[in-house]
């Protein structure tokens, strides 16, 4: 089997592909891997591993270190602030990611959709804020967030069929495990603007999200808070999350953002 869980049998072997694989095998715990871990999580023969890996070193996407293992390199890092939704998103709403930290001295999240994923860009946390499972490049089921329910509720009705129909990762018992459920939470979403997530990935966590919408007013990205669930009253955490997503939404020039907050709610 691949890094990307595939049989090596069941598709063609091509180099662009092996490549993939190679990359794939690194993880948030696997950032450090020898020639032979990758080959065995690439699904590749030593061979074709060392001589990949290699011209991967050479061009910056992998470094080695003292020790002989490979690690992701820098040059990846340069080709992926190129990405529209990465280091513009983040420079426009980071003055309002650190206003809404200021509120709490929590966690705040700004990330974006892929597929049925999230994928956060940023994050600001203090040392003593609850614990979260989120990182910087980190990929979460956009279903159990407040982010992920933000943004799959003003998602393509493709998309949200999709998640629907989709098998649901449970978390807690707090975490939405059902289509059924999931319809009704994402039609509650659209309708107050805000999402709430409850224990959804750990028990004693609470986010509460917002959208941020772009130049043509659809979703690029939501913003979160994310604090303890007890002594905490969501509620009263709705309006400055709001405030932040507006305000991102205003940095990136989202008609909507400039009109009456009532009315950009209400889509008039």
Not at 71 to 84: C, H, K, N, T, Y
Not at 88 to 97: D, H, K, Q, T
Not at 224 to 235: F, L, T
Not at 260 to 265: D, L, M
Request: glycine content about 8%.
């Amino acid at each position: 089997m691949t890094a990307t869980g595939r049989s090596a049998g069941t598709r063609r072997p091509t180099v662009t592909s092996r490549v993939l694989d190679i990359l794939e095998a690194f993880s948030a715990d696997r950032a450090a891997l020898t020639i032979t871990q990758i080959g065995r999580r690439a699904g590749l023969p030593l061979s074709t591993a060392h001589r990949l890996v290699g011209e991967l070193a050479c061009w910056g996407a992998l470094e080695r270190d003292a020790d002989g293992r490979y690690r992701i390199g820098l040059r990846l890092f340069e080709v992926a602030a190129l990405a529209p939704r990465g280091p513009a998103l983040r420079a426009a709403a980071m003055p309002f990611l650190e206003d809404l930290y200021e509120a709490t001295h929590e966690n705040v999240h700004l990330a974006v959709l892929d597929g049925l994923d999230v994928v956060y860009i940023e994050r600001i946390s203090a040392r003593d804020a609850v614990h979260v499972f989120s990182r910087v490049g980190g990929r979460w089921p956009a279903h159990a967030t407040g982010v992920g329910l933000a943004m799959l509720a003003h998602a393509d009705v493709e998309v949200q069929e999709r998640a629907i129909a989709a098998p649901l990762r449970r978390f807690t018992d707090r975490t939405i495990a059902g289509g059924a459920e999931l319809r009704r939470v994402l039609a509650e979403v659209r309708r107050t603007g805000v999402a709430i997530s409850d224990g959804q990935v750990e028990t004693f966590a609470l986010s509460v999200g917002a959208p941020v919408h772009g130049p043509d007013d659809t979703v690029v990205a939501a913003v979160a808070i994310v604090v303890p669930s007890d002594g905490w009253d969501a509620r009263a955490l709705v309006p400055a999350v709001r405030a932040s997503a507006r305000g991102i939404s205003r940095a990136l020039g989202a008609p909507r953002a400039l009109r009456s907050p009532e009315t950009a709610r209400h889509g008039r």
